[in-house]
Protein backbone atom coordinates (compact mmCIF):
# COMPACT_ATOMS: atom_id res chain seq x y z
CA UNK A 1 0.00 0.00 0.00
CA UNK A 2 1.76 3.37 -1.09
CA UNK A 3 0.95 5.90 1.83
CA UNK A 4 0.50 9.69 1.80
CA UNK A 5 3.02 11.70 4.31
CA UNK A 6 1.41 15.00 5.43
CA UNK A 7 4.41 16.52 6.35
CA UNK A 8 6.62 18.42 4.31
CA UNK A 9 9.92 17.37 6.25
CA UNK A 10 12.72 15.61 3.99
CA UNK A 11 13.96 14.07 7.51
CA UNK A 12 10.75 12.06 7.83
CA UNK A 13 10.73 11.26 4.13
CA UNK A 14 14.21 9.94 4.38
CA UNK A 15 13.25 7.83 7.94
CA UNK A 16 10.19 6.44 6.09
CA UNK A 17 11.79 5.81 3.13
CA UNK A 18 14.80 4.23 5.08
CA UNK A 19 12.26 1.87 6.52
CA UNK A 20 10.95 0.99 3.07
CA UNK A 21 7.81 1.74 3.08
CA UNK A 22 6.43 3.19 -0.96
CA UNK A 23 4.93 7.16 0.03
CA UNK A 24 3.77 10.17 -1.39
CA UNK A 25 3.83 13.54 0.51
CA UNK A 26 0.99 15.89 0.91
CA UNK A 27 1.92 18.60 3.22
CA UNK A 28 -0.64 19.53 5.96
CA UNK A 29 -1.08 23.69 7.10
CA UNK A 30 -1.98 23.74 10.47
CA UNK A 31 -2.26 26.45 13.05
CA UNK A 32 0.42 25.09 15.49
CA UNK A 33 0.25 27.73 17.93
CA UNK A 34 -0.13 26.02 21.66
CA UNK A 35 -3.24 26.46 23.23
CA UNK A 36 -2.88 28.23 26.99
CA UNK A 37 -1.38 26.08 29.71
CA UNK A 38 -1.07 22.89 27.45
CA UNK A 39 1.58 20.34 28.38
CA UNK A 40 4.06 19.07 25.78
CA UNK A 41 2.44 15.54 24.85
CA UNK A 42 -0.80 16.49 24.64
CA UNK A 43 -0.12 19.84 22.28
CA UNK A 44 2.17 17.23 19.94
CA UNK A 45 -0.46 14.63 19.88
CA UNK A 46 -2.85 17.33 18.91
CA UNK A 47 -0.85 18.59 15.92
CA UNK A 48 -0.18 15.38 14.46
CA UNK A 49 -4.12 14.56 14.35
CA UNK A 50 -4.99 17.98 13.26
CA UNK A 51 -2.31 17.24 10.15
CA UNK A 52 -3.65 14.11 10.03
CA UNK A 53 -7.33 14.77 9.82
CA UNK A 54 -6.62 18.01 7.61
CA UNK A 55 -5.09 16.09 4.75
CA UNK A 56 -7.27 12.51 5.27
CA UNK A 57 -10.96 15.35 4.32
CA UNK A 58 -8.79 15.82 0.97
CA UNK A 59 -8.17 12.42 -0.34
CA UNK A 60 -10.18 9.06 -0.17
CA UNK A 61 -8.86 5.39 0.03
CA UNK A 62 -5.73 6.65 1.15
CA UNK A 63 -3.85 5.77 4.38
CA UNK A 64 -2.24 9.48 5.76
CA UNK A 65 0.61 9.48 8.41
CA UNK A 66 1.33 12.51 9.94
CA UNK A 67 3.67 13.95 12.77
CA UNK A 68 5.06 16.53 14.83
CA UNK A 69 8.11 16.58 16.92
CA UNK A 70 9.07 19.26 19.92
CA UNK A 71 11.53 19.17 22.94
CA UNK A 72 10.71 19.88 26.01
CA UNK A 73 12.44 20.86 29.22
CA UNK A 74 11.23 21.54 32.89
CA UNK A 75 7.64 21.25 31.12
CA UNK A 76 8.03 23.72 28.95
CA UNK A 77 7.85 23.63 24.51
CA UNK A 78 10.86 24.51 22.69
CA UNK A 79 9.83 24.41 18.70
CA UNK A 80 11.36 25.74 16.19
CA UNK A 81 13.14 29.11 16.82
CA UNK A 82 11.97 32.00 15.31
CA UNK A 83 15.38 33.68 14.37
CA UNK A 84 19.00 32.53 15.50
CA UNK A 85 18.66 34.88 18.68
CA UNK A 86 16.03 32.27 20.28
CA UNK A 87 18.15 29.20 18.67
CA UNK A 88 20.97 30.52 20.78
CA UNK A 89 18.44 30.50 24.26
CA UNK A 90 17.57 27.08 23.47
CA UNK A 91 21.12 25.86 23.02
CA UNK A 92 21.91 28.00 26.29
CA UNK A 93 18.81 26.13 28.00
CA UNK A 94 19.81 22.75 26.83
CA UNK A 95 23.61 22.34 27.60
CA UNK A 96 24.77 20.40 30.24
CA UNK A 97 21.75 18.86 31.11
CA UNK A 98 18.90 16.27 29.71
CA UNK A 99 15.69 17.25 27.82
CA UNK A 100 12.61 15.30 26.33
CA UNK A 101 12.02 14.91 22.44
CA UNK A 102 8.29 13.66 21.85
CA UNK A 103 7.06 12.94 18.55
CA UNK A 104 3.19 12.22 17.94
CA UNK A 105 2.60 10.35 15.38
CA UNK A 106 -1.43 9.87 13.96
CA UNK A 107 -2.67 7.39 11.14
CA UNK A 108 -5.90 7.73 9.17
CA UNK A 109 -7.54 5.59 6.97
CA UNK A 110 -10.69 4.31 5.77
CA UNK A 111 -12.40 6.60 9.29
CA UNK A 112 -9.84 4.59 11.37
CA UNK A 113 -7.52 5.95 13.65
CA UNK A 114 -4.47 4.98 15.61
CA UNK A 115 -2.14 7.64 17.25
CA UNK A 116 0.57 7.06 19.38
CA UNK A 117 3.25 9.16 21.35
CA UNK A 118 6.82 8.62 21.63
CA UNK A 119 9.92 9.95 23.95
CA UNK A 120 13.36 10.21 24.25
CA UNK A 121 15.35 11.42 26.60
CA UNK A 122 18.40 13.30 24.95
CA UNK A 123 21.48 15.04 27.82
CA UNK A 124 23.72 17.00 26.07
CA UNK A 125 27.73 18.16 27.13
CA UNK A 126 28.54 21.56 28.71
CA UNK A 127 28.65 23.52 25.52
CA UNK A 128 30.73 26.57 24.80
CA UNK A 129 29.50 30.03 24.26
CA UNK A 130 31.86 29.70 21.03
CA UNK A 131 30.19 26.08 20.17
CA UNK A 132 26.68 27.58 20.61
CA UNK A 133 27.72 30.76 18.26
CA UNK A 134 29.36 28.79 15.51
CA UNK A 135 26.72 26.24 15.39
CA UNK A 136 23.80 28.82 14.92
CA UNK A 137 25.84 30.28 12.26
CA UNK A 138 25.65 27.47 10.19
CA UNK A 139 21.90 27.82 9.69
CA UNK A 140 21.67 24.21 10.56
CA UNK A 141 18.82 25.26 13.97
CA UNK A 142 16.57 27.50 12.34
CA UNK A 143 14.01 24.84 10.94
CA UNK A 144 14.54 22.71 14.02
CA UNK A 145 12.72 21.62 16.90
CA UNK A 146 14.99 22.75 19.93
CA UNK A 147 17.10 24.48 17.69
CA UNK A 148 19.45 20.75 16.61
CA UNK A 149 19.68 18.15 14.72
CA UNK A 150 21.06 15.06 16.16
CA UNK A 151 21.98 13.66 12.73
CA UNK A 152 24.05 17.03 11.87
CA UNK A 153 26.41 19.02 13.35
CA UNK A 154 24.62 18.71 17.18
CA UNK A 155 26.04 15.08 17.29
CA UNK A 156 28.74 15.72 18.99
CA UNK A 157 26.73 17.74 21.89
CA UNK A 158 24.85 14.83 22.92
CA UNK A 159 26.59 12.85 26.26
CA UNK A 160 23.56 10.30 26.05
CA UNK A 161 20.24 9.57 24.44
CA UNK A 162 17.65 6.88 26.41
CA UNK A 163 15.25 5.96 23.20
CA UNK A 164 14.57 6.14 20.01
CA UNK A 165 17.16 7.37 18.06
CA UNK A 166 14.57 8.01 15.27
CA UNK A 167 12.25 9.88 17.36
CA UNK A 168 14.70 12.44 18.02
CA UNK A 169 15.70 12.86 14.40
CA UNK A 170 11.55 13.18 13.66
CA UNK A 171 9.95 10.36 13.08
CA UNK A 172 10.01 6.92 15.56
CA UNK A 173 9.82 4.20 12.95
CA UNK A 174 9.26 1.83 15.91
CA UNK A 175 6.12 3.30 16.82
CA UNK A 176 5.11 4.06 13.10
CA UNK A 177 5.26 0.36 12.39
CA UNK A 178 3.18 -0.22 15.27
CA UNK A 179 0.34 2.06 13.96
CA UNK A 180 0.39 1.01 10.58
CA UNK A 181 0.09 -2.25 11.83
CA UNK A 182 -2.54 -1.65 13.37
CA UNK A 183 -4.25 -0.33 10.87
CA UNK A 184 -3.80 -2.98 8.37
CA UNK A 185 -0.50 -1.78 6.45
CA UNK A 186 1.87 -4.66 6.44
CA UNK A 187 5.66 -4.29 7.73
CA UNK A 188 7.65 -2.94 4.93
CA UNK A 189 10.81 -4.87 3.78
CA UNK A 190 13.31 -2.86 5.83
CA UNK A 191 16.35 -1.27 4.19
CA UNK A 192 17.32 1.24 7.94
CA UNK A 193 15.56 0.87 11.49
CA UNK A 194 15.77 3.49 14.10
CA UNK A 195 19.17 4.28 13.93
CA UNK A 196 18.84 5.52 10.34
CA UNK A 197 20.21 9.01 9.03
CA UNK A 198 18.17 11.77 8.49
CA UNK A 199 16.89 14.73 10.71
CA UNK A 200 13.90 16.41 12.98
CA UNK A 201 10.76 18.74 12.46
Request: proline letters at 5%; aromatic letters at 4%; hydrophobic letters at 40%.
Given at each position: ?86 AGAMLRR ?108
Amino acid sequence: MRLLLASRSPRRADLLASAGYAFDVAPADVDETPRPDEAPEPYVARLAADKAEAVARTVADRLVLAADTVVAVDGELLGKPRDDGEAGAMLRRLSGRAHDVLTAVAVRFEGRHADGVDTTRVEFRQLSPVEIARYVASGEPRDKAGAYAIQGGAADFVKRIDGSYSNVVGLPLGLVRELLKRSGVPAAKRRGGDGAQAGSD
